[in-house]
Nanobody, 113 residues
Framework: QVQFVESGGGSVQAGESLRLSCVVS????????IAWFRQAQGNLRELVAG?????SVKGRFTISRDRATNTVYLQMNSLKPEDTAIYYC?????????????WGQGTQVTVSA
């Protein structure tokens, strides 16, 4: 069974940084592209960083993967209030679907001005 456990969120001021972690189980890191998504209140879930990085976070967010520990990281710098969302990891798929597996609980990121 595939499972994603996200952590590392919190409440920060604009301009600060956070590093999110996603521990993945039941999935082969070598053949699956684990990516980060986010969902702000009232918005659809969107892909933030995977093989490419969304324009809205380019230059500020960096994804990295540690295959030894099956962990995917999202380093978020220069955070903005519009980055406030719940962040999730999963394997992206082509539209109209979003991701391949059931979602984890996510981790809340709140950025205040």
């Amino acid at each position: 069974q595939v499972q994603f456990v996200e952590s590392g969120g919190g409440s920060v001021q604009a301009g600060e940084s956070l590093r999110l972690s996603c521990v993945v189980s039941g999935l082969d890191f070598r053949v699956n592209n684990i990516a980060w998504f986010r969902q702000a209140q009232g918005n659809l879930r969107e892909l933030v960083a995977g093989q490419t990085v969304a324009n809205s976070v380019k230059g500020r967010f960096t994804i990295s993967r540690d295959r030894a520990t099956n962990t995917v990281y999202l380093q978020m710098n220069s955070l903005k209030p519009e980055d406030t969302a719940i962040y999730y990891c999963n394997v992206p798929v082509d539209p109209p679907f979003v991701a391949k597996y059931a979602w984890g609980q996510g981790t809340q990121v709140t950025v205040s001005a």
